[in-house]
């Protein structure tokens, strides 16, 4: 059953306790006007002085367009982020938290493939590979009473937020011990006890429901905000202008942030979006301010949806934030056509010099936080963790026949007489 939004404590000194009370980096976002409102001052190929990969495709070139299409390489910047507010308090043990919990996400993804491979594990499977930073640092800022809500490529975003393996694996297994009593899948994780509303299979079904959270948070007086996840193709959907209208009409604290890895299914960003600039620039038209960050450095992703989350829960603001980031594999594992809209090289390029998981590491090696072998010892353990996960989900029961009829109707379960009258399903 689903846990319902309650009211903050009434305890003043309680509630100061899980206020996260930390200045705004001042780069983050501007005042809302289609003159002076920029995205944050990150530098991309022109300011780097790399050469772009690709061309913006015209409407003559369109019909001559390469196959391969080359997504736009990420956007780096020469800001040290370990200096934000939301970073610099940071302690070691937080810092190696971090890594712990990527690595988590890292090696649950790869068991999965494995006997995803196998033909043991079925449905569909949206792997994380390569965003795991953006999770976790989200996971991280939450104070206790935000709430997050997320897409179809969910894994990442439950384990961050504290969901174990043993529930997620089983999920993907089918079986009746998952999260969603195996019901639901790769695509949809849900644990409302640790605020998070789940994964959702329909592209920008979720934003709406993400408004709903935030709508509820303003409503109750709750000392939060809602955090929306939703990918560079979702934001050509209908449903998502609307969100931003209500959200600017009614003031609700929504943070939207476009996971941005430069693919829509199939489809490359400069093929499927109209572009100027970046595609939070759209949030302008419904007088909601929008920035942009890299997510490969978890530094840099912190400081900036730090900031905007504060900024939602003291101002009851929305806002919409744009992280670059990547993913290793095709949409899903049964993406046909993963190694021919992208180049063996494109992919190679992301791996090594921009996996989220090895900069962190380098990071922490540098500031003399763990050593390699302590590196290694946690990376050991993630392994065991999930491949016990997948002897777990590999030896739960099946659902059973009858509960093939349950969580279906609120009323039906829990036998209100509303669900003592008429009929609910076809079989009767």
Excluded at 51 to 78: D, E, G, M, Q, R
Aim: overall charge positive; glycine content about 10%; aromatic content about 8%.
């Amino acid at each position: 059953m689903a846990r319902t939004l309650s009211l903050p404590s009434k305890s003043k000194k309680t509630a100061a306790k899980k206020v996260v009370r930390l200045a705004a980096p001042k780069v983050v976002a501007k005042k809302a006007s289609p003159k002076s409102l920029k995205p944050l001052k990150t530098k991309g190929p022109a300011q780097t002085g790399k050469k772009s990969p690709t061309k913006p495709i015209t409407a003559k070139a369109t019909a001559k367009a390469p196959t391969k299409a080359v997504a736009a390489p990420p956007k780096v910047t020469s800001s040290d982020f370990s200096s934000s507010p939301f970073n610099s308090s940071l302690k070691p043990a937080e810092k190696i938290g971090f890594l712990r919990e990527m690595l988590r996400i890292r090696r649950f993804e790869q068991q999965a493939l494995k006997y995803y491979n196998q033909g043991i594990m079925g449905g569909f499977l949206h792997l994380y590979n390569g965003q795991e930073s953006v999770a976790v640092g989200t996971a991280s800022l939450m104070n206790g009473h935000d709430e997050i809500i997320t897409a179809y490529r969910d894994h990442g975003h439950a384990l961050a937020v504290g969901m174990g393996m043993n529930e997620c694996m089983a999920e993907l297994f089918g079986k009746g011990t998952g999260c969603s009593k195996g019901k639901g899948g790769s695509m949809h994780f849900f644990a409302p006890d640790k605020h998070y509303w789940g994964g959702h299979g329909i592209v920008a079904g979720q934003t709406p429901l993400g408004l709903g959270l935030a709508f509820a948070i303003k409503y109750k007086q709750i000392n939060g905000c809602a955090v929306a996840f939703l990918g560079d193709g979702a934001v050509n959907q209908g449903v998502f202008s609307e969100c931003l209208n209500m959200a600017a009409l009614w003031d609700l604290p929504i943070v939207y942030v476009i996971e941005n890895n430069g693919y829509s299914m199939g489809t490359s960003l400069e093929r499927s979006s109209a572009v100027n600039g970046s595609l939070a620039k759209r949030a302008e038209g419904f007088c909601v301010e929008w920035a942009t960050c890299g997510g490969f450095d978890l530094y840099e992703l912190r400081a900036n949806l730090g900031a905007a989350m504060e900024r939602a829960r003291k101002e009851s603001k929305p806002m919409v934030l744009e992280v670059s980031t990547y993913r290793y594999y095709g949409h899903s594992v049964a993406d046909a056509n993963t190694k021919k809209y992208r180049s063996p090289e494109e992919i190679d390029l992301y791996k090594s010099e921009h996996d989220p998981i090895t900069l962190w590491q380098n990071q922490l090696l540098s500031e003399k936080v763990i050593t390699q072998a302590g590196i290694e010892k946690i990376d050991d353990e993630a392994k065991a963790e999930a491949a016990a996960a997948a002897e777990f989900g590999i030896a739960s029961p099946w659902p059973s026949e009858e509960s093939i009829f349950e969580d279906i109707y609120h009323e039906v379960d829990h036998k209100t007489e509303a669900g003592q009258t008429g009929s609910f399903f076809f079989s009767e």
